[in-house]
Every structure is written in structure tokens, then in C-alpha cells.
């Protein structure tokens, strides 16, 4: 599976962003799919989840309410919407890939097995 994610760009704080990843090379609607960032000096961290069919999503605590995770399964692609971004949301954004089965841990980084290039997201104040 190859992803590629895409969308991040400068915009001042307040402001809106859509992320997409779309994936290729594989049953996409068979994985789970999750987005990551890493802030610059930073570890890479966790910021949402969706399961293989939508039906759930998982956020970080501080992106809760401004974030949205989505998919279309029919066009292999799966969204991050980013609304009132702030300077701490500056990162680059991976997204990254999972053959759904049970026990995973979709907020972690281990499990997933494929991963994007990343897009830098800046979010000047």
C-alpha cells in the first residue's frame, strides 16, 4: 500500500485546513487508517484514528473538537479536516495504514505498517 498525503500549507491561526491521504496499491477499505504528527524537536505523536468502515474515530485530547478524521472508501482516500488551527498544531502530518483485525491499537504508532510521506502544516500566529 502506498499513501500519500497532501493539503498542508501556511495559514494563521483560526484558520482551516483539509489534509487528504489517498491510498494506493491495496484493499483500502480493509484498513485502518490513522494521522500523526511531528512538531519540529518533537516526538512524533498520535492525533486521530478511523476505523476501517468509519463507523469509529479516535482523537488526541487536544484536538478534540477541531479535528474531524473521515474516508471515502470509494476513492481510497482518507481526510483530516483541521478547523481553528493554532501555532502548536505546526507539525508535519503523516498518515498512516493498518490491516483492520481485532486488539489493535490505533493510537499508537506500532501497529500501523505503512506510512506516508508527510505534509507540513504551519500555523503562524
Known amino acids: 500500500v502506498q499513501l500519500q498525503a497532501f493539503g498542508g500549507g501556511l495559514v494563521q491561526a483560526g484558520g482551516s485546513l483539509r489534509l487528504s491521504c489517498a491510498a494506493s496499491?491495496?484493499?483500502?477499505?480493509?484498513?485502518?487508517m490513522g494521522w500523526f504528527r511531528q512538531a519540529p524537536g518533537k516526538e512524533r505523536e498520535f492525533v486521530a484514528a478511523?476505523?476501517?468502515?468509519?463507523?469509529?474515530?479516535y482523537y488526541t485530547d487536544s484536538v478534540k473538537g477541531r479535528f474531524t478524521i473521515s474516508r471515502d472508501n470509494a476513492e481510497n482516500t482518507v481526510y483530516l479536516q483541521m478547523n481553528s488551527l493554532q501555532p502548536e498544531d505546526t507539525a508535519v502530518y503523516y498518515c498512516?495504514?493498518?490491516?483492520?483485525?481485532?486488539?489493535?491499537?490505533?493510537?499508537?504508532?506500532?501497529?500501523?505498517?505503512?506510512w506516508g510521506q508527510g505534509t507540513l502544516v504551519t500555523v503562524s500566529s
Open positions: 496499491g491495496g484493499f483500502f477499505s480493509s484498513y485502518a
Open positions: 498512516a495504514a493498518v490491516r483492520s483485525r481485532p486488539r489493535l491499537n490505533l493510537m499508537g504508532e506500532v501497529d500501523y505498517i505503512y
Open positions: 478511523i476505523s476501517w468502515s468509519g463507523s469509529s474515530s
